[in-house]
């Protein structure tokens, strides 16, 4: 238990709702097959593009009550705050990545570095931070979350109409 429970069941109301938004794109809720080579199975329904970028607002809203919730929760920073540190060589040595990485003071995402698919394309900011706790790791994760909804908008807004 890390005093967090009451946003953990929130979020679950979020995850329906991507979930409804994939059903609405693809007629499935988990496993869409929609993916096809050279393409997509189907051009995306009318209005799902309004939909998505009416969760996408929806959702940062979310994101900043629920660090209202957690990140200040004393419960929550007790158990998180100065636990399992993993220094940045430390990090490397293990071969970690991703937000672990990055939550250990290495300010890398092969995103940016590697000039990964059409990520050049959009404005986002690499999430990181120096103190390798448990705490950072999760700050790293909300900051993604923020970051990730900045693309989706991003990238929505960029589709063609047809």
């Known amino acids: 238990d890390i005093g967090a ?3 953990f069941f929130y979020i679950f109301r979020e995850r329906e709702l991507i979930y409804d938004l994939f059903e ?30 009416d969760f996408c607002d929806y959702f940062l809203t979310g994101v900043a009550e629920y660090q209202k919730l ?7 920073l007790e158990r998180v705050e100065g636990v399992g540190i993993i220094g940045g060589d430390e990090a490397l040595n ?6 672990m990485l990055r939550a250990s003071g290495i300010e890398w995402d092969l995103r940016k570095v590697d000039h990964y ?7 986002w900011q690499v999430q ?3 103190e390798g706790d448990s705490l950072a790791r999760y ?7 923020t970051e990730s909804i900045k693309i989706i908008q991003q990238a929505l807004e960029g589709i063609p109409g047809g």
Not at 70 to 76: A, L
Not at 117 to 123: K, L, T, V
Request: glycine share 12%; aromatic share 14%.
């Open 94 to 99: 293990w071969g970690l990545s991703g937000p």
């Open 70 to 76: 957690i990140t200040r929760n004393p419960i929550f």
């Open 117 to 123: 698919e059409s990520y050049d394309e959009f404005d």
């Open 24 to 53: 609405a794109a693809t007629g499935m809720r988990m496993m869409h097959n929609y993916f096809r080579i050279g393409g997509v199975a189907a051009d995306l329904p009318y209005g799902w593009i309004d939909k998505c970028l």
């Open 139 to 145: 700050l790293v994760r909300i900051g993604e979350m």
């Open 128 to 130: 990181w931070q120096r």
């Open 5 to 7: 429970q009451t946003p």
